[in-house]
């Protein structure tokens, strides 16, 4: 099981270089905001068609990508699996780590903070931190240039 951190020690391990933040939310929510400097690679998104929430069924593949990529890039950092208030990251890391994935970190609180049935803040998000955040994925970090490294390695 993956273990779990919060958005203070998931940006220490981004700083240092030992981990980078992957956003399993959908496009649209990354694009309203998300941590500076996170991967976008969503586990639902939107169909086109209907508009209804879809699993990626790519969601593994391109994980494996990005830390190829990472890896081929000189590093092999841990992955902070992030969402909105927790549910998405978790299963995103129960779905990983059944493929025998390993380094990753969910960030409880995620972007938007956990919070009980009443309401009540249970883990700060992102939102709610002093920690740097943007609303551009930075080059490379986008969900289509993800995609773009999955279909290069089947070339």
């Given at each position: 099981?993956?273990?779990?951190?919060?958005?203070?020690?998931?940006?220490?391990?981004?700083?240092?270089?030992?981990?980078?933040?992957?956003?399993?939310?959908?496009?649209?929510?990354?694009?309203?905001?998300?941590?500076?400097?996170?991967?976008?690679?969503?586990?639902?998104?939107?169909?086109?068609?209907?508009?209804?929430?879809?699993?990626?069924?790519?969601?593994?593949?391109?994980?494996?990508?990005?830390?190829?990529?990472?890896?081929?890039?000189?590093?092999?950092?841990?992955?902070?699996?992030?969402?909105?208030?927790?549910?998405?990251?978790?299963?995103?890391?129960?779905?990983?780590?059944?493929?025998?994935?390993?380094?990753?970190?969910?960030?409880?609180g995620g972007w938007g903070g956990a919070s009980n049935?009443?309401?009540?803040?249970?883990?700060?998000?992102?939102?709610?931190?002093?920690?740097?955040?943007?609303?551009?994925?930075?080059?490379?970090?986008?969900?289509?240039?993800?995609?773009?490294l999955v279909s290069d390695e089947s070339a």
């Amino acid at each position: 099981m993956a273990e779990t951190i919060d958005v203070a020690e998931a940006w220490q391990m981004m700083e240092s270089g030992a981990a980078v933040y992957l956003d399993v939310r959908s496009t649209g929510e990354f694009g309203h905001g998300h941590p500076r400097g996170a991967y976008n690679i969503p586990l639902i998104e939107p169909d086109m068609a209907t508009g209804r929430p879809s699993v990626n069924p790519a969601f593994q593949q391109e994980v494996e990508a990005l830390r190829e990529h990472l890896i081929a890039a000189g590093g092999d950092p841990k992955l902070v699996i992030g969402c909105q208030r927790g549910g998405r990251s978790r299963q995103a890391c129960q779905a990983l780590e059944m493929t025998g994935a390993s380094g990753l970190l969910d960030c409880t609180g995620g972007w938007g903070g956990a919070s009980n049935m009443l309401g009540q803040l249970l883990a700060e998000g992102w939102v709610h931190s002093d920690l740097p955040s943007a609303t551009e994925a930075d080059p490379g970090r986008d969900w289509q240039s993800i995609q773009a490294l999955v279909s290069d390695e089947s070339a």
